[in-house]
């Protein structure tokens, strides 16, 4: 539900104030409520869309890997991917292979696996080796993805600040993750962490939109600064007020549809 929400208002901002290249149509928004526009070659109605179809791939196998009775393989699983991965990396394989195989961005995903195994089997050897594997995989594909990105900018990327900033996030997931007693005060902020994902969704094109449309408004830091806020509040709430409210509105629809007691 927050996703369908942030969909419809980030095409309702772009349509009102957005510029003409950030413009979709009724059609290809309606697509996009789908998540599948990548793999259906629609344009997303917001750029930083384009890790849904990444998300999509990675959940595809796991689903492979319940349905199969092979779940209890996983390590294996994300060890195999990683060195199919650098095959393919190194072996210059074809864009759409790098894709289907999510070559480009396994290591991220691997980590995270390797951060469940760490949780679900007590911190074990063989899942801290995984984390490690993996992270040193993201960096590698860290660094190639900043290459790519620099060769199509006037920006460059720092390769030592992509190396710490991959590290860096991996950590972070740790720590958020694990039963680590020094944390505990600021589990009380696990909702302002529910905004991540409504905000991640919203803060692109609406933002573009508002300050190219109202130039003189965000002229300073302060106002830029301001609008950062006003968004993450909107994040906040669509997280903690619309999206429980949508939820409860489907769940209550389709228990009722199908004759079931929630």
Same mark, same amino acid.
């Given at each position: 539900?927050?996703?369908?929400?942030?969909?419809?208002?980030?095409?309702?901002?772009?349509?009102?104030?957005?510029?003409?290249?950030?413009?979709?149509?009724?059609?290809?928004?309606?697509?996009?409520?789908?998540?599948?526009?990548?793999?259906?070659?629609?344009?997303?109605?917001?750029?930083?869309?384009?890790?849904?179809?990444?998300?999509?791939?990675?959940y595809a196998s796991i689903f492979v890997l319940l349905r199969t009775g092979h779940f209890r393989l996983l390590h294996r699983f994300a060890i195999l991917w990683l060195a199919l991965?650098?095959?393919?990396?190194?072996?210059?394989?074809?864009?759409?292979?790098?894709?289907?195989?999510?070559?480009?961005?396994?290591?991220?995903?691997?980590?995270?696996?390797?951060?469940?195994?760490?949780?679900?089997?007590?911190?074990?050897?063989?899942?801290?080796? !995984? &984390? %490690?594997?993996?992270?040193? =995989? /993201?960096?590698?594909?860290?660094?190639?993805?900043?290459?790519? *990105?620099? $060769?199509?900018?006037?920006?460059?990327?720092?390769?030592?600040?992509?190396?710490?900033?991959?590290?860096?996030?991996?950590?972070?997931?740790?720590?958020?993750?694990?039963?680590?007693?020094?944390?505990?005060?600021?589990?009380?902020?696990?909702?302002?962490?529910?905004?991540?994902?409504?905000?991640?969704?919203?803060?692109?094109?609406?933002?573009?939109?508002?300050?190219?449309?109202?130039?003189?408004?965000?002229?300073?830091?302060?106002?830029?600064?301001? !609008? &950062? %806020?006003?968004?993450?509040? =909107? /994040?906040?709430?669509?997280?903690?007020?619309?999206?429980?409210? *949508?939820? $409860?509105?489907?769940?209550?629809?389709?228990?009722?549809?199908?004759?079931?007691?929630?």
């Amino acid at each position: 539900p927050a996703y369908w929400f942030c969909v419809l208002l980030t095409w309702i901002v772009c349509r009102l104030v957005g510029d003409a290249r950030l413009l979709t149509e009724t059609w290809e928004m309606i697509v996009n409520l789908s998540m599948l526009q990548k793999f259906l070659r629609v344009r997303d109605v917001d750029g930083v869309y384009w890790s849904l179809a990444r998300e999509l791939l990675f959940y595809a196998s796991i689903f492979v890997l319940l349905r199969t009775g092979h779940f209890r393989l996983l390590h294996r699983f994300a060890i195999l991917w990683l060195a199919l991965s650098l095959l393919l990396l190194i072996g210059g394989a074809p864009k759409l292979v790098v894709f289907a195989t999510n070559s480009d961005y396994s290591g991220f995903f691997c980590a995270g696996i390797g951060i469940y195994l760490f949780a679900s089997e007590g911190r074990t050897m063989r899942s801290g080796v !995984l &984390i %490690i594997c993996a992270t040193a =995989v /993201a960096v590698y594909q860290s660094i190639l993805k900043s290459e790519q *990105l620099s $060769s199509t900018s006037n920006y460059m990327y720092e390769p030592l600040l992509v190396v710490l900033l991959t590290i860096a996030s991996v950590l972070l997931v740790i720590l958020a993750t694990q039963n680590f007693r020094p944390l505990g005060p600021l589990r009380a902020l696990s909702k302002l962490g529910t905004a991540t994902y409504p905000l991640y969704l919203i803060h692109a094109y609406i933002g573009y939109s508002l300050i190219n449309a109202y130039p003189a408004l965000f002229a300073s830091a302060s106002a830029i600064l301001g !609008l &950062i %806020i006003i968004m993450m509040l =909107v /994040a906040y709430v669509i997280a903690n007020n619309i999206e429980p409210i *949508l939820k $409860s509105f489907i769940r209550a629809r389709i228990f009722h549809n199908s004759g079931a007691t929630p």
